[in-house]
């Protein structure tokens, strides 16, 4: 696509409940990105994907936060168990190659998480 | 570890006036420094980066900064804002070990409030 797309835009959960968040990265993207965006902490880094390697799962806040990248394409980001404080825009990103000078990461325009 | 601060969170400024956006970092090791722009229920996106060279960047939408090593700084400008500049600025940095221009640590962003 023409730029990293996610889904959904918007999404309100019960205190409790587990939520799926998509992302679709720029086509040929290796490397991938999941961000939180909240009042309270601003700009966090969460995970990152880069082709076949192992994930650095080290941003994570907690283990009810997982994230898989099927076929070195589309990311979802799980949070189970939801909890008032998950509450923030999730933000996604991707670039050509994680590890090269030169590369940026462009960024979706995220899903705002409320949990009630 | 690295750690990005921005000085200020607020900055009102008239249109026409010139603006300066204050970043200054921490890190044990060598960075790369990025400056990015959110609009209003947007994505992130890149004003301009440091990675090598000049010390001075031009970045598009006529904003500059520049990285002043020795004061860990890497303040942003423009000469003559137009009240399309309101937004968020966030100023980020990476780790230039890993070579990983996505794997961002982001300051707590200013809003600029660019007035008529």
């Known amino acids: 696509g023409a730029g990293v797309s996610q889904s959904p835009s918007n999404k309100v959960t019960e205190k409790g409940k587990d939520v799926e968040l998509r992302c679709d990265p720029i086509?040929?993207?290796?490397?991938l990105y999941w961000y939180r965006q909240s009042l309270g902490q601003g700009l966090e880094f969460l995970i990152y994907f880069q082709g076949n390697s192992a994930p650095d799962k080290s941003g994570l806040p907690s283990d009810r936060f997982s994230a898989e990248r099927t076929g070195g394409s589309v990311s979802t980001l799980t949070i189970q168990r939801t909890q008032q404080e998950d509450s923030a825009v999730y933000l996604c990103?991707?670039?050509?190659?994680?590890?090269?000078?030169?590369?940026?990461?462009?960024f979706g325009q995220g899903t705002r998480l409320t949990v009630v | 570890a690295q750690s990005v601060t921005q000085l200020d969170s607020q900055v009102p400024v008239f249109e026409e006036a010139p603006v300066e956006l204050r970043c200054n970092y921490s890190?044990?090791?060598?960075?790369?420094l990025f400056w990015y722009v959110q609009y209003p229920n947007q994505g992130l996106q890149l004003l301009l980066k440091?990675?090598?060279?000049?010390?001075l960047v031009k970045g598009i939408n006529g904003f500059e900064a520049e990285f002043n090593k020795s004061q860990t700084s890497f303040h942003l400008r423009k000469p003559s804002v137009h009240i399309s500049d309101t937004a968020e600025y966030f100023c980020?940095?990476?780790?230039?070990?890993?070579?990983?221009?996505?794997?961002?640590?982001f300051g707590q962003g200013t809003t600029l409030q660019v007035k008529p």
């Open positions: 990103a991707s670039s050509l190659i994680g590890g090269a000078e030169n590369t940026e990461a462009f």
């Open positions: 980020a940095v990476s780790d230039q070990d890993s070579g990983n221009t996505g794997k961002l640590i």
């Open positions: 086509s040929g993207h290796t490397a």
């Open positions: 440091y990675l090598s060279g000049s010390t």
């Open positions: 890190s044990s090791v060598s960075v790369y």
